[in-house]
């Protein structure tokens, strides 16, 4: 049988060998890549990606998009043959995650629908209705939601639904949902986030940077970033994004104790795992055998 891995690198050599031909540059190919990633030709940007790396072998960027589209094909390729539900589950939870870091939302929402298909839970429809969100599909975030048995609603999709509502011009309705989001002490990051968006688009100022702050401070260091990077950008924060007070929330330090690196015999159990810089340093040696093979 045929590795997973040595199959993905094999779908687009006869692309690569003509692009040699064609004495295209490794910046040619690497712009190649870039523009059919976007167009979500995954395995012909696999094949522009790895005639650039090959062409330059230290161009770190070059090895990060290389080892990106490799990911992402064989993570297709999985999700299409896996017949164990639980394991189907994680792949395609672990593919939308991929799409949605890079923001490929248009290919996103399709993995999430068929996630939400499968599931049918609080979880899965908090998934699709997040990226839906994403690109402003928010009557389908809504129904989605709304549709949603009303014993499985937690406060992420509770406040998600206000979020949904209020960008359609429903403020009351979205008020109304405010009432009933429920933080408390050991409510989980997502859905203080999820509810300081809520209360940013409802008018409720000062509770949204609560909210916010707490969230900031409940997630670990590693993760913050992209946090406050997500925050920055979304539009449900456009009323604050030039207030004092948001600036300052954005500098919200984490409380959650983390190391750089626990020092284990692997990164199993590691909270840091795939981020830090042992992690990417060796998903970066490992591609650039990959590229030399």
């Known amino acids: ?103 490929m939302f248009s290919a996103a929402i399709p993995v999430a629908e068929k996630i939400h298909a499968r599931l049918n839970d609080e979880s899965s429809a908090v998934v699709l209705a997040e990226t839906q969100l994403a690109v402003n599909r928010n009557a389908e975030a809504a129904g989605v939601l709304r549709a949603l048995d009303k014993q499985k609603a937690t406060a992420s999709s509770r406040a998600l639904l206000g979020v949904a509502l209020a960008r359609q011009g429903d403020v009351q309705a979205a008020r109304e949902i405010v009432k009933d989001v429920g933080l ?57 994004a030039s207030t004092a007070e948001f600036a300052k929330v954005l500098e919200t330090p984490s409380k959650v104790p983390e190391s750089a690196c626990s020092g284990g015999s692997g990164c199993g159990a590691c909270p840091m795992r795939g981020n830090c810089a042992k992690a990417q340093s060796g998903r970066l040696t490992g591609a650039s055998s990959d590229i030399a093979a």
């Open 184 to 240: 408390g002490q050991d409510t989980p990051p997502q859905a203080r986030y999820a509810a300081a968006r809520l209360y940013a688009l409802t008018g409720y100022s000062a509770q949204a940077v609560a909210a916010l702050a707490a969230c900031f401070e409940s997630v670990p260091p590693s993760r913050q970033a992209n946090l406050k990077e997500h925050a920055n950008r979304c539009p449900d924060f456009a009323a604050l």
């Open 1 to 103: 049988m045929v590795p997973w891995r040595l199959l993905g690198l094999g779908l687009g050599m006869a692309l690569l060998l003509s692009a040699v031909a064609c004495g295209e540059t490794a910046q040619d190919s690497y712009a190649r890549g870039k523009a059919l990633l976007a167009q979500g030709e995954f395995e012909r940007a696999l094949a522009a990606f790895t005639s650039a790396a090959r062409a330059d072998q230290s161009n770190r960027e070059y090895l990060e998009q290389y080892s990106l589209a490799r990911r992402l094909v064989l993570l297709r390729q999985r999700l299409e043959t896996e017949q164990d539900p639980d394991r189907w589950a994680y792949l395609a939870r672990s593919l939308h995650a991929l799409y949605c870091g890079e923001g």
